[in-house]
Each structure stands twice: as structure tokens, then as C-alpha cells.
């Protein structure tokens, strides 16, 4: 059975971020075509979050707080925390639709060669709601022998391996610990010879 960790990183988005980890726990498979831990690496400057997750979800939720706040800090301690070899960073305002980690899992399984892959990310609310946030015309992809290749991924919800994460050096926390990390790692990633898929199958909503 594959094994997954599943990381989240947030700051303050508490109310948001227990729906993304309900949607998660929800999801097809758990338990049964996969196995799972989630780990949220918070960087809300008080214990409101922590508090919030601990009554939510007891122990089902390994909790981590780095000691700096950034997004890519908050990444590379979830990372290095997960126990499992295949990593899914989820943002903290993603909702996943019940077949999406398993459809993940499935096209990692499909694509063995791949370092990296991201689908579709939804919009939902606002007045682009229902409108694809990623890809955009403006991200290449490149389609050879069935499989779509991408240029970039953003970093919203990708899959990858935690051996090849950690070979590439991880989200870089001193230039794009703000933004800008996934497009820096996808470069990465590239530059070392880990190709990037994209895969339509899977899908998220971006809040």
C-alpha cells in the first residue's frame, strides 16, 4: 500500500484551514488503497491554530511550528518532518475533491520517471470563481508520448518524492520564502533532470 505525507503549511488561516484538513481526512482510499499522515506546519505568531487543530483532531494531525515564519520554511519543516517517502504539499487554502489524492497517487504510479506532479487548480469564490487559477495560457506544457510536461508548478498542491525534494535542496527559505518558491524549485528540478508532469485528472479548489 503506498504511504503518503501529506503537508499543509498556514498562518492564521485557521477557519480555512480546518475545512482543507476535513476535506483531506474525507478523501476516497484513505486507509484502504493509501495510507497517510498530515503534517501542519503553522507560523501563526500565537497558539490559536494549535489550539483549534488539537480540538478538531486530537493526535490525527501532527503539529509543527518553525521557528521563523515563511511559506517555504513552513514546507521544508513539514517536509522534514513527514516519515513517509512520497510527499504532497497541500496549501492551507486548497480544497482537495474526494478523489484527488488518490487520483495523485495513481498518476505518480503512472509517470515512475517524473520528479514532480500538479493538476489543476480551480478557483472558488470571487469573481474568477469556477476559473482555472493554474495552468494559464502562459505556462508552457509540452505533451510527448502521452504524458504533459510542464514548465512550472506553483507549489499549491504538487506530489513529489521526499529523496528527490531533499537531492534538489528543498524550497529555498532565504531568496523565496515569501513567494516565488515553487517556480524556484521547478527550475531546480529541471536543472537536475526531474521532469514535471501535469496531469488533468487532478484537481483542486483554490480559495
Not at 517555504?72 to 496549501?91: E, H, R, S, W
Not at 489543476?120 to 482555472?132: A, F, H, R, S, T
Not at 515569501?178 to 536543472?191: F, T
Request: aromatic share 10%; glycine share 8%; proline share 4%.
Amino acid at each position: 500500500m503506498t504511504s503518503v505525507s501529506i503537508i499543509v503549511p498556514t498562518y492564521k488561516r485557521i477557519d480555512q484551514t480546518v475545512k482543507t484538513l476535513k476535506l483531506i481526512f474525507a478523501s476516497r482510499g484513505w486507509g484502504m488503497e493509501f495510507t497517510a499522515e498530515v503534517v501542519v506546519a503553522d507560523s501563526t505568531p500565537d497558539k490559536s491554530l494549535e489550539k483549534v487543530l488539537l480540538e478538531n483532531f486530537g493526535t490525527e494531525v501532527i503539529y509543527t511550528k518553525p521557528e521563523r515564519a515563511g511559506i517555504a520554511t513552513n514546507k521544508n519543516q513539514g517536509a522534514k518532518m513527514a516519515k513517509y517517502p512520497i510527499l504532497v504539499f497541500c496549501d492551507s487554502d486548497m480544497e482537495v475533491e474526494p478523489d484527488t489524492l488518490i487520483n495523485t497517487i495513481n498518476s505518480l504510479q503512472k509517470h515512475p520517471t517524473t520528479g514532480a506532479i500538479g493538476g489543476q487548480v480551480i478557483w472558488k469564490g470571487g469573481g474568477k470563481d469556477g476559473e482555472l487559477d493554474r495552468p494559464r495560457p502562459e505556462d508552457r506544457i509540452k505533451t510527448l508520448d502521452g504524458v504533459s510536461y510542464i514548465e512550472a508548478l506553483y507549489s499549491r498542491f504538487l506530489v513529489t518524492y521526499k529523496s528527490v525534494f531533499w537531492e534538489v535542496g528543498g524550497y529555498d527559505e532565504r531568496v523565496f520564502n515569501m513567494r516565488g518558491e515553487g517556480s524556484d524549485l521547478s527550475i531546480r528540478y529541471w536543472r537536475a533532470g526531474f521532469p514535471l508532469v501535469y496531469d488533468v485528472a487532478l484537481k483542486v479548489h483554490h480559495v
